[in-house]
């Protein structure tokens, strides 16, 4: 990654961004074929290039595309692969509803997903841009599965499929690419198969990688998750009250952090002297230079005007830090 050596304390946020009525009523046209997709297709760039602008104004160091062209972070993938039908709506919690991936023969990838997206947005600023894309692990857990004889014969032919969408990236210039895995602290008895599954999904690959988990017992898969063949492994730490920082003094972190330190489930919009105090506790136990800070995850349920703020507080709050510790160095984009 194009960084300068001296910069610390990167700022970039996990992947989603708030869509708006207008871009959720015609997604939900095309599907009743009430709306040409070209238009949807459309309405999507638009989006996109408004999100990029945004994270360019507030100044926040690597970008995201903003997720704009996704629903759910599974079902979006299924669409595009090899080997999977689609459910009808499934309720995955409280009033929010997803149409559930189905494994129905063997998992393929057909060709690049993502790739044109992250070009598309890569061309819109000279500042990097995060490849986006879920996880095998994640993906296997969160689909129904009608083929394989085991969770771990479906895991890591997903896996498979995902490298070569991480290598399709790569190949198109990405210098960052997140593999999300949200069910990795979920099912605490798995997490050698995420380790094996994530071990094939970045073999070979040279740029830098991570990977978000979020919300789970990490209690039970501290410290085998840094054994995932990642570099940075991103964490939600405001929501949990930074417990995790307690384990973390116990047995050092290994790999950099993206040390989530805005609630993502939250209206209230932290002020910038309570985002310097959370990133003052992280600093107590990661060096700078191996800590990114972001929101706790992505920020599609927020409204736009309250994840704008949330982001405008955060990066005002590292650039004081950043003054504090006499480091004004900043990424080179």
């Known amino acids: 990654m194009d960084w300068d050596s001296n910069s610390m304390l990167k700022t970039t946020t996990v992947g989603s961004f708030p869509k708006s009525e207008e871009l959720k009523s015609a997604r939900a046209k095309v599907r009743r074929r ?24 507030i100044g926040l160091d ?22 999977f039908s689609i459910s009808s709506l499934v309720r995955s919690y409280g009033n929010r509803y997803y149409r559930k991936p189905i494994a129905v023969r063997k998992i393929q990838w057909k060709g690049p997903i993502t790739v044109d997206w992250f070009k598309f947005a890569q061309g819109l600023t000279r500042k990097p841009v995060k490849g986006m894309l879920t996880g095998p692990y994640t993906m296997m857990d969160w689909s129904f599965d009608e083929h394989y004889p085991n969770r771990r014969a479906f895991c890591l032919d997903l896996a498979r499929a995902i490298h070569e969408e991480v290598k399709a990236l790569e190949a198109a210039g ?22 094996e599954a994530m071990r094939i999904v970045t073999e070979g690959v040279r740029v830098q990688t991570g990977t978000h988990i979020c919300y789970g017992d990490f209690e039970k898969v501290y410290p085998q998750i840094l054994g995932l063949a990642v570099d940075q492994i991103d964490l939600e730490f405001t929501n949990s009250n930074f417990a995790l920082l307690d384990l973390i003094r116990k047995i050092p972190f290994t790999k950099e952090v993206g040390f989530g330190v805005v609630d993502v489930h939250s209206h209230r919009v932290e002020s910038v002297d309570e985002i310097k105090g959370a990133i003052r506790r992280g600093l107590e136990v990661f060096p700078p230079e191996k800590l990114y800070v972001d929101p706790d995850c ?36």
């Not at 690597?62 to 080997?83: C, K, N, P, S, W």
């Open 62 to 83: 690597i970008l995201v595309d903003g997720e704009q062209y996704r629903g759910d972070m599974a079902t979006y993938f299924a669409e595009h692969l090899g080997g």
């Open 174 to 195: 990405a210098r960052f690419i997140q593999i999300d895995e949200p069910a990795v602290s979920t099912r605490t008895e798995e997490i050698e198969l995420a380790v």
């Open 298 to 333: 992505g920020l599609k349920t927020r409204l736009k005007e309250e994840a704008v703020a949330k982001l405008t507080h955060m990066v005002a709050a590292v650039r004081e830090v950043r003054r504090e510790l006499g480091a004004e160095a900043v990424p080179r984009p």
């Open 34 to 57: 009430q709306m040409d997709p070209a238009e949807l297709i459309s309405l999507e760039e638009a989006a996109t290039r408004e999100w990029i602008r945004i994270q360019e104004e």
